[in-house]
């Protein structure tokens, strides 16, 4: 399978130059765990080469800080520094100035913060998680980084694999198991341990979530929240539009929609018309039912409204548990009346209603394009960033924008796909629900289906994956680059008491693309339970098995 990431790599590479020195330190650690090993892949020089042309050939290869005349590949990438060298392809997501994707500029929670564990819990002494920090980039998620044709080798056989991975998902830990390992270059499972088994997944759901709203709305859509205007009445209508990223804050690094620009645009079109003064209301009609997820109130997620700002948090933070208020369409729009003030126009306090057809728009801001938001989600687990992208998916379908309207929505793009659906129950899109189930082998075929070459607008689920060591849920995890699984592993993480599950991609040390879900129920101690998936997973980077 040839991987079309070059063009990107080129395009990244001086960006990317100018902050590896930055990250050097921290990965100093990783190198020395994996540079003898890296060593016995050092390329020899071909016959009839001469000394001087072959010097030139492993410099132009070599990357600061490596040893000369290192491969492009992905596992050497890790050592020398774990930049994201290629960014998979356009859809993945643009390059900001600093060389990164945009969606790994969020760093993870801070060190304190909860770490793997997406769905409770506080850090260390109970200090709350502070938002996002920039964070080194990590490698290609599609392999090589080669000059010409890239192509991704093929997985291990199934008998030397098991011998390394068996005993290790035999832990008493994990409980019930289903896993599956498969081959990304062909789709062929060279690993399995009851992969049709369908579990309680926890958040690895939203894997399922992503693959599902890219396929019905592709990697550029992006969600609007307008503003509109009845001249008769003199009111405004603050309309949802199913953003919960949209931001009031006066900083805005993540490039989210701003309620503060809409504000400023709306009170400039209203002065055009000579209005000074509005009545103000607020539109959240385009989810129907009721607000609630089955958890209740809980600080990992809001009340499930289509029009909220800051994910109606009370604190700064951006990621992570959190104390929510309790109605967040009404307090967003106190916001916005706020601001409109600030600019000139007195409102009313606004109160519930609906835009009519004789309602014009004012001014309108849009997020990020659906690829950076997937990519969010995955990466901090964002429970109503998955919430709002499968009410997203019924919407774009014809369907009724409830839990039961997006959860028969996503199966059915799934569906679409030919992915092996037996067993599967979605309740939800964030994976909180209980009740959903999946399949290990369902979720190593999502993987599978979003690094296919044909399906570039999927690519986004691997370029959202956290980064062992480095991003996300898993930036306190493989911290130590125990066996080079730091940067070279890319996992969603899925925790509820009682369930920890990890699904992702892995280069192995020969330089194959392996897609791997490790789901275990009725696990009893979920520190060891997450040890034992990280040592499996870690396995499977260390494998060189034939």
Known sequence: MVVPELRPWRAARPHVARFAGAVRPRLARTAAAVRPRLARLRPSRPAGAGTAAWSRITRSVAW????????????????????LAAGAVTTAGPWDSTGQRTAEQDRAVTLEATRGTDHGGRGNAGTPPRGPRTAPSAPSVLTGLGGGATTVKSAPG?????????????????GDLSASVVDVSTGRSVYGDDTGDALTPASTTKIATAV??????????????????????????????GDPTLT??????????????????????LAERGVREVTLSYDTTLYPGGQRHPIGVNPNLAALTPLMADEARRDNSAAGPADRVADPAADAARK???????????ATPPGPSKSTTRAGTLAAVSSPPLATLVERMLT???NDLAEALARQTAIATGGRADFAGAS????????????PLKGAVFKDGSGLDRGNRLTAGLLTALLVKSGDPARPELRPVLTGLPVAGFTGTLAGRYADGAAGAAGVVRAKTGTLTGVNALAGTVVDREGRLLAFAFLATGTTDPTAAQAALDKAATALAACGCR
């Open 380 to 382: 901090h687990s964002d």
């Open 64 to 83: 600061p800080g490596t040893w000369p005349g290192a491969w492009r590949f992905t596992v050497v990438a890790a050592t020398a520094g774990t930049v």
């Open 336 to 346: 916005f009346a706020v601001l409109l003030k600030e600019n000139g126009i007195k």
């Open 158 to 174: 199934g008998k030397a694999l098991t011998g390394a991975l068996a005993p290790l998902l035999k832990s008493p830990a994990l």
């Open 212 to 241: 599902a709203v890219l396929t019905a709305l592709g990697p550029d859509h992006r969600l609007t929240t307008r503003a509109t205007f009845e001249p008769d009445t003199k009111e405004v209508i603050l309309v949802g539009g």
């Open 408 to 419: 028969a929505a996503v199966r059915a793009q799934l569906q679409k796909l030919g992915v």
């Open 248 to 269: 009031a804050r006066e900083k805005n690094p993540t490039g989210s929609a701003s309620l503060r620009d809409l504000a400023g645009r709306t009170a400039a079109a």
